[in-house]
């Protein structure tokens, strides 16, 4: 029978999560990785697998905690309100003081080089998958008579996407909150972007 853990698995993750959120995948040691979660290489093989697995573990925690407003945002009953509730959540989190500036899913692989091309390759689908989600959503909406049947549905999550990607970008190069408000602010005032 094992000694068991002499630490908090939650906390430990949380605080490996911080440490990938800033430093990307690849700019995360194993020795900066131990010593944020207070525990040995071999509590952490140990507790979550190697490196690989501890990001993945990181991440889900990140989508489901401070990126969970992704979610919440597609539950808006209306295109507008979604995007609304999508890009002020990205400004918040991406400018949380209590948390690294930008988005995990940015930062974690922007910096990625060949040994990382595996967590690179995920973050790409993770990416695509929440564009993926938004179509969706944009369909329903024009389903719904909430946009015009002329609105090209792929385009609109590629251009809201994009908008998000660029506004955790700007974080990361010291745009403040308030500047990334007003960002916000003239994609809706231009919404949507179509003819109707």
Same mark, same amino acid.
């Given at each position: 029978?094992?000694?068991?853990?002499?630490f908090?698995?939650d906390q430990a993750l949380?605080?490996?999560?911080?440490?990938?959120?800033?430093?990307g995948?690849?700019?995360?040691?194993?020795?900066?990785?131990?010593?944020?979660?207070?525990?040995?290489?071999?509590?952490?093989?140990?507790?979550?697998?190697?490196?690989?697995?501890?990001?993945?573990?990181?991440f889900?925690s990140?989508?489901?905690?401070?990126?969970?407003?992704?979610?919440?945002? $597609?539950?808006?009953?209306t295109?507008? !309100?979604?995007? %609304?509730?999508? +890009?002020?959540?990205?400004? *918040? &989190?991406?400018?949380?003081?209590?948390?690294?500036?930008?988005?995990?899913?940015?930062?974690?692989?922007?910096?990625?080089?060949?040994?990382?091309?595996?967590?690179k390759?995920?973050?790409?689908?993770?990416?695509?998958?929440?564009?993926?989600? $938004?179509?969706q959503?944009?369909?329903r !909406?024009?389903a %719904?008579?909430? +946009?015009p049947?002329?609105a *090209? &549905?792929?385009t609109?999550?590629?251009?809201?996407?994009?908008?998000?990607?660029?506004?955790?970008?700007q974080?990361?190069?010291?745009?403040?909150?308030?500047e990334?408000?007003?960002?916000?602010e003239?994609?809706?005032?231009?919404?949507?972007?179509?003819?109707?």
């Amino acid at each position: 029978m094992g000694r068991p853990r002499e630490f908090d698995l939650d906390q430990a993750l949380e605080n490996a999560l911080h440490v990938f959120w800033e430093k990307g995948y690849e700019g995360a040691s194993m020795a900066d990785l131990t010593e944020a979660m207070g525990i040995t290489k071999p509590s952490l093989y140990a507790a979550f697998g190697n490196k690989e697995e501890l990001f993945r573990k990181a991440f889900d925690s990140y989508v489901d905690g401070p990126a969970g407003y992704a979610k919440l945002a $597609l539950l808006q009953p209306t295109a507008r !309100a979604v995007i %609304e509730r999508l +890009l002020y959540g990205e400004v *918040d &989190a991406v400018t949380d003081p209590d948390c690294p500036a930008g988005c995990l899913s940015i930062n974690g692989a922007l910096t990625c080089g060949d040994a990382a091309e595996s967590i690179k390759q995920e973050l790409m689908t993770r990416r695509a998958q929440g564009e993926d989600d $938004l179509r969706q959503r944009f369909e329903r !909406a024009q389903a %719904e008579g909430d +946009l015009p049947d002329s609105a *090209d &549905a792929t385009t609109l999550a590629r251009y809201i996407s994009t908008i998000a990607q660029g506004i955790a970008v700007q974080a990361v190069g010291g745009a403040k909150r308030d500047e990334l408000k007003k960002i916000v602010e003239m994609v809706l005032m231009t919404w949507p972007p179509v003819a109707a």
